[in-house]
């Protein structure tokens, strides 16, 4: 699965994005998430606070309960401000 981030979750973990192989039990965003934490302390300062990360599944925006087994792409974002 390809895996995008942007703002300040991708200057945090240090890349725009990594394609990976998800464990069978990483079904949910949630679990997504959980998942990318465990894979170093980057990836945990970013991802660590999951009420400040957005999602977007295949390019519609999504919660922690999107479903992710069917998807080609995931994005984690900042929330966004108007202006």
């Given at each position: 699965m390809k895996i995008l981030y942007f703002g300040?979750?991708?200057?945090?973990i240090g890349i725009g994005?990594?394609?990976?192989d998800l464990p069978p039990d990483v079904k949910?965003?949630?679990?997504?998430?959980?998942f990318l934490c465990s894979r170093g302390p980057s990836h945990e300062s970013a991802l660590g606070n999951i009420?400040?990360?957005?999602?977007?599944?295949?390019?519609e925006?999504?919660?922690?309960?999107t479903p992710i087994s069917?998807?080609?792409?995931v994005?984690?974002?900042?929330?966004?401000t108007g202006g």
């Open positions: 300040w979750v991708k200057s945090k994005g990594e394609t990976i949910i965003v949630s679990d997504l998430i959980t009420s400040q990360i957005r999602v977007a599944v295949d390019q925006i999504g919660t922690v309960d069917k998807a080609e792409e994005a984690l974002f900042p929330p966004m």
